[in-house]
């Protein structure tokens, strides 16, 4: 694998979920495989999970890691191109990711979308000048529109823990105050797509995804009928694809509690966090017995270790 910023860089989902479940059991079987290369990862924007997760697998493949927190600790960027660099900025994307270029060999980076400008934030402007000027293969840690490593922790945790061959999986927006991306669930989508499960989205009118990302899945208002008979929910907050980066407003309470666990197939429940208690997602859910979202962080270190796994062997 080169890079790894969408499901299309996956030749094949089941075998890197069932590679992903073999490291699981085996952390250090390819200890070998890294030893001298270094992993660069680039945040411009928080994180809890990508960074330590991702940290974690390299370590176990014998990687060495350097972590920039670009946005705090790095010289402010310059991130457009023919300007006269005369206000805050210090350094050109430009340089800083080619600089960047020379001390690793594989690079992951984090660029959240400014939802403000849907062309910019769709064509991946940010994330694609580090592609282009870093010249060495990327991961996505959550960049404008998708968040890979975090669909295939999903897929992972989902064929580890499936009862049936083909689950039905739900989609459902939650409530949120403020804006946010649609990278999760875009991503989530587009993964489910190409994934062995009956997909459902839902979410309140306003708030459909771009149909790049949803592929013609069936995409119903009333969550009380996407919620019937399902095996897994995956629950997530998003802004407005159109009016871009918007909150139109929401008719009804979308926060999943117990009682309307009630007609699932005591369906399990995801978040890929952070949450907000009882605002996105019920306190006695992410209590109880049905709550996956711990165990489904934890299955981020085994999604980037497959990923890394077959970067490394391509190198
Ligand atoms: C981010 C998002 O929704 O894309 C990161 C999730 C992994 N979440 C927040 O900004 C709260
Ligand atoms: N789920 C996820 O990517 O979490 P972080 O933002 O903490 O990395």
């Given at each position: 694998?080169?890079?790894?910023?969408?499901?299309?860089?996956?030749?094949?989902?089941?075998?890197?979920?069932?590679?992903a479940?073999?490291?699981?059991?085996?952390?250090?079987?390819?200890?070998?495989?890294?030893?001298?290369?270094?992993?660069?990862?680039?945040?411009?924007?928080?994180?809890?999970?990508?960074?330590?997760?991702?940290?974690?697998?390299?370590l176990?493949?014998?990687?060495?890691?350097?972590?920039?927190?670009?946005?705090?600790?790095?010289?402010?960027?310059?991130?457009?191109?023919?300007?006269?660099?005369?206000g805050?900025?210090?350094?050109?994307?430009?340089?800083?990711?080619?600089?960047?270029?020379?001390?690793?060999?594989?690079?992951g980076?984090?660029?959240?979308?400014?939802?403000?400008?849907?062309?910019?934030?769709?064509?991946?402007?940010?994330?694609?000048?580090?592609?282009?000027?870093?010249?060495?293969?990327?991961?996505?840690?959550?960049?404008?529109?998708?968040?890979?490593?975090q669909?295939?922790?999903?897929?992972?945790?989902?064929?580890?823990?499936?009862?049936?061959?083909?689950p039905?999986?739900?989609?459902?927006?939650?409530?949120?105050?403020?804006?946010?991306?649609?990278a999760?669930?875009?991503s989530?989508?587009?993964?489910?797509?190409?994934?062995?499960?009956?997909?459902?989205?839902?979410q309140?009118?306003?708030?459909?995804?771009?149909?790049?990302?949803?592929?013609?899945?069936?995409?119903?208002?009333?969550?009380?009928?996407?919620?019937?008979?399902?095996?897994?929910?995956?629950v997530?907050?998003?802004?407005?694809?159109?009016?871009?980066g918007?909150?139109?407003?929401?008719?009804?309470?979308?926060?999943?509690?117990?009682?309307?666990?009630?007609?699932?197939?005591?369906?399990?429940?995801?978040?890929?966090?952070?949450?907000?208690?009882d605002?996105e997602?019920?306190?006695?859910?992410?209590?109880?017995?049905?709550?996956?979202?711990?165990?489904?962080?934890?299955?981020?270190?085994?999604?980037?270790?497959?990923?890394?796994?077959?970067?490394?062997?391509?190198?």
């Amino acid at each position: 694998m080169k890079q790894f910023t969408s499901v299309k860089d996956v030749t094949d989902l089941k075998a890197i979920v069932a590679e992903a479940l073999v490291l699981k059991k085996d952390p250090f079987a390819y200890q070998h495989l890294g030893k001298n290369k270094m992993l660069g990862l680039v945040f411009l924007n928080p994180s809890l999970r990508t960074r330590m997760s991702t940290q974690k697998a390299a370590l176990n493949l014998g990687m060495n890691v350097m972590v920039l927190n670009i946005d705090k600790e790095g010289w402010a960027l310059e991130l457009r191109d023919n300007v006269v660099m005369n206000g805050t900025t210090v350094e050109h994307i430009r340089e800083a990711a080619a600089v960047m270029g020379e001390y690793l060999d594989i690079i992951g980076v984090r660029s959240f979308p400014g939802l403000k400008d849907r062309n910019e934030d769709y064509t991946e402007v940010i994330f694609n000048k580090f592609v282009e000027y870093c010249g060495i293969p990327i991961v996505s840690l959550e960049s404008a529109t998708r968040h890979p490593l975090q669909s295939l922790a999903d897929l992972i945790t989902i064929e580890e823990l499936k009862t049936k061959a083909r689950p039905k999986v739900v989609l459902t927006w939650a409530p949120h105050i403020k804006p946010l991306p649609q990278a999760v669930p875009n991503s989530f989508a587009e993964w489910m797509c190409k994934a062995d499960v009956d997909f459902v989205i839902t979410q309140p009118k306003g708030y459909e995804l771009s149909t790049d990302f949803t592929n013609g899945t069936t995409i119903t208002y009333n969550q009380d009928e996407a919620l019937a008979d399902a095996d897994f929910i995956y629950v997530k907050n998003w802004s407005a694809y159109e009016p871009y980066g918007q909150m139109p407003e929401v008719n009804g309470n979308w926060m999943l509690t117990n009682d309307r666990l009630k007609i699932t197939n005591n369906a399990k429940v995801m978040h890929c966090l952070p949450v907000r208690r009882d605002l996105e997602l019920s306190a006695e859910i992410l209590d109880g017995p049905n709550s996956l979202v711990v165990h489904e962080a934890g299955n981020r270190v085994w999604a980037a270790q497959a990923v890394l796994k077959q970067m490394l062997e391509a190198l």
